[in-house]
């Protein structure tokens, strides 16, 4: 149950966000006024470090033009007249969808959080309770996304599957040829078109697969799924038989193919992708953000939802390559 404290904080924390969109005391849902929108960006932003690493972009069409916020190649040089290049990628486009994000944080939590500590750090924890969640689902959906769905099934598609295409399914359907379906990793060099390390493959991938332009560019990382490093790690420390080799097997995580490596949350476990972070992009539309908080009796809760039109694009295709999947052979394993 809330007790008094609890009580007190929360309502001051729903008259707080409720003045800060100019709406009256006691709104249940409000649109965001344009700092609000701003404001609420930073804190999902923040409240996740890997997203804060991607961009998130405000856009004032549910339809429009991808823009390429990164390095898009060369711009320098001469002509008959000025010499200039076009930013951004024609007909590289970006659709929203109606998106609704919600989160409800039982009364008992609340009033632990309130007897636990002052009120400013239950405001924090209220305020990083419901951004963290909405961020963390940002990325699920980003990651694993392959359709849009009208009712959406989290059952069935823990990861967000159906509630909006993510970057993977967009490139795959606009630029099939950036991604390759399977690759398989064998040390002992056995299996026919393998690659005995990480390293080799992704590079191989960078060479065949990025465009000539962009692959010494020095902002491209490797994403790399968990299952991948954990195998490569393991070999590797199998192998090895000095501290120069213990060490690099454990370095594997922060590097692959001399590039920067992160596994950022709910990446799939065989997946790897070769890209410039900011050209992710999540793409919010100006004005259609709204924000609704209930504190319901009846259910012994308070509600908290985030809406708006919402998409996601990839900045430049060319910049963008990527392994569905990525099969490892056990090399003690009897041959079939």
Known sequence: MLNAIS???LHEFCATVASAANAGEGAGMFSLTPPMET??????????????MVSLLPVQQIKGQVVDVGDDGLSTGRAAERFSVEVGQSGNTYELIKTD???????????????SGAKGQWLNMMKAAISRRFALDMLRVGFNGVSAAD????????????????????????SPAQVLAAATLDPTGNTVDSHKNL?????????????????QDADLVVLVGSDLVAAEQHR?????????EHKAAQQLAKTVAGKKAY????FPPTMIIVTHLKNLQILTQEGTQWRK??????????ENNHIRMEGYAVGNHKKFAAIENVTVVDPTAPAQ
Do not use: C
């Not at 590797?236 to 120069?244: D, F, I, R, Y």
């Open 101 to 115: 994000s919600g989160a409800h944080i039982l009364w008992e939590t609340m009033t632990q959080w309130a007897n």
């Open 199 to 215: 390293d080799s493959l992704v590079q191989d991938h960078i060479n065949t697969t990025i465009a000539p332009e962009h692959r």
């Open 39 to 52: 404001a609420l960006r930073q804190a999902i932003s923040q409240s996740d470090a890997f997203l804060g």
């Open 293 to 302: 908080q209930k504190n319901n009796e009846d259910k012994l809760r308070f």
């Open 236 to 244: 590797l420390l199998e192998a090895a038989n000095t501290p120069t």
């Open 7 to 9: 009580t007190s904080y």
């Open 263 to 266: 596994i950022p949350p709910f």
């Open 151 to 174: 009712i959406t099934d989290p059952k069935a598609n823990p990861l967000g599957q159906d509630v909006n295409k993510g970057w993977l399914t967009i490139v795959k359907e606009k």
